[in-house]
């Protein structure tokens, strides 16, 4: 069966009679057989039950009454609640915890007969770049199997690019949805802060926290997010708007566009990826659209203010995990004992550094010298990037510093896995929208990714752009 590039395409397969949901679904089971003993991308998958629901969407559709999803084959993050599933953080800690309630974003996909055909491989508590802070192994890159998918959300990109479901659901708080994305060269989407219910998302750092979405084509990450965004009973911190029709995002406007001379001046940036940035510049001209070098002063505090940040936070939200409520317990004659030692044993060491980290800035002798000082820079960058978004319609930068790196090379220095996330965090610590687009390959063959943010809420001109730029791409290959 060939691999699909949209939603649009399957269902009128569907509706020619060439194609059934069932079918649809015994292929990628069967792809999953095949390569996931290598990848490692899915940790769960729910063979019999989603078989079981392919007949019935089948039948609804000979109905007339399925859902718009009616033959989108969702994988998701082992990070979303989804009833009576595993949810496992990938982490020890959570051995063998099963879901009470479904995500409000799975819910609505289910309602709208989407079928969730697995839960994905990612870092523990979606804390890393390279999917390696797992307990349930390293996934693989399906491009280059010595090499990582990136992360957190490495599982679910790594699904995607190797043809094991047609979407995946992933989650970004710095980075984990688009900087996978580009290192398996599919798209990945971050929405504005808050256009996505969270309730049933494991939390790690919620004042950043975004549900997203890893696709093929910018027609299945707009039905996707136009079917998961908006108001949430259960979640008070989502936006009220009125949820655009974001499959209604193709226009032939001509935008004005930034880029920031110091991220592409900046000597780590691997070379080539610089030069295709450039080259993109340069073809965006010539399409018409106004592109400008801007200055940003402030980028060298933004990593550091996510790190604070974010580790803060994470230290907060994961004082739940204390071997009562949820998950493993290692047994002791001592309460105290039995904190400790379960959170010890439950935790890997990423996300033990967090919690240490965090805690630490939020202690009383630090607090002002570190997490108060990051939320008054945090206020500088979002003051210094909604100055340029007022001018720009967008800004354009690499994805990451490197293309995937090989599994291990990283694993054993922190701080330089965390440099991956130099240009993905602003989007976070700012809380605009941002998306990550495949734009070619370097001399390798590994994918090379590109970022465009926009304002807030603005992610029906950021799908918009983002096609632009494929379609001529396309177009010149
Ligand atoms: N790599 C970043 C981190 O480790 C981003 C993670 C994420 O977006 N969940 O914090």
């Keep these: 069966m060939k691999n699909f590039l949209s939603l649009s395409e399957i269902q009128s397969e569907i509706s020619a009679g060439k194609l059934t949901v069932y079918t649809l679904t015994e292929h990628y089971l069967k792809n999953i057989h095949e390569k996931n003993g290598r990848l490692n991308a899915f940790l769960s998958v729910y063979e019999d039950e989603v078989l079981e629901q392919a007949h019935l969407i089948d039948q609804k559709i000979q109905d007339q009454t399925a859902g718009k999803l ?11 609640a989804y009833k009576n599933h595993r949810l496992e953080c990938a982490s020890t800690i ?28 990612c870092d523990e508590f979606a804390m ?24 957190s959300s490495g ?29 398996c060269g599919v798209i990945g989407l971050k929405p504005t802060y808050s256009r996505i219910s969270r309730y049933g998302l494991a939390a790690y750092a919620s004042s950043f926290d975004t549900v997203g979405i890893i696709s093929k084509s910018i027609e299945d990450a707009a ?27 193709k226009s032939d406007k001509r935008y004005k566009i930034a880029y920031v001379n110091e991220i592409l001046d900046y000597d780590g940036l691997d070379e080539e990826i610089r030069k295709q940035t450039f080259d993109l510049v340069g073809e965006l001209q010539n399409e018409g659209h106004r592109i400008e070098a801007v200055s940003i002063d402030k980028l060298d505090y933004i990593l550091p203010t996510y790190y604070v940040l974010t580790a803060a936070e994470a230290s907060s939200n994961l004082s739940r995990y204390d071997g009562v409520r949820f998950g493993k317990r290692e047994e002791s004659q001592d309460l105290e004992e039995m904190y400790k030692s379960s959170r010890s044993k439950g935790f890997g060491d990423e996300v033990k550094r967090r919690i240490m980290a965090g805690t630490f800035v939020l202690s009383a002798s630090y607090y002002d010298a570190y997490y108060t000082k990051a939320q008054k820079v945090r206020k500088l960058i979002q003051n210094a990037t909604q100055e340029l978004l007022d001018q720009y319609d967008f800004i354009i930068s690499p994805i990451t510093p490197s293309p995937a790196f090989k599994i291990g090379d990283l694993a054993s220095d922190p701080l330089k896995m965390y440099m991956e996330d130099l240009y993905t965090v602003q989007a976070n610590v700012v809380g605009i929208p941002a998306i990550s687009i495949p734009i070619g390959n370097n001399s390798q063959g590994l994918p090379i990714g590109i970022q465009l943010m926009s304002n807030s809420f603005n992610e029906l001109e950021l799908l918009d752009i983002s096609n632009q730029i494929i379609t001529f791409k396309d177009q010149n290959r």
Excluded: W
Excluded at 128 to 151: F, L, Q, W
């Design 70 to 80: 009616a033959g989108m084959i969702v994988g998701i993050k082992d990070v979303f």
């Design 155 to 183: 599982g679910s990109a790594a699904a995607v690019a190797a043809d094991l479901c047609q979407v995946s659901i992933g989650s970004d708080t710095g980075g984990s949805v688009r900087q996978p994305a580009a290192f």
């Design 223 to 249: 039905i996707m997010l136009e079917v998961m965004s908006g108001e949430d009973q259960y979640d008070s911190t989502v936006s009220r708007l009125e949820v655009p029709n974001f499959c209604d995002f």
């Design 128 to 151: 890393g770049s390279s999917n390696e802070n797992s307990a349930y192994g390293v996934c693989r890159n399906p491009i280059d199997e010595s090499r990582v998918p990136g992360g």
């Design 94 to 121: 959570l051995e063998n915890f099963e879901s009470q309630f479904t995500a409000t974003c799975i819910q609505k996909l289910v309602d709208a007969d989407a079928i969730i055909i697995g839960h994905q491989n």
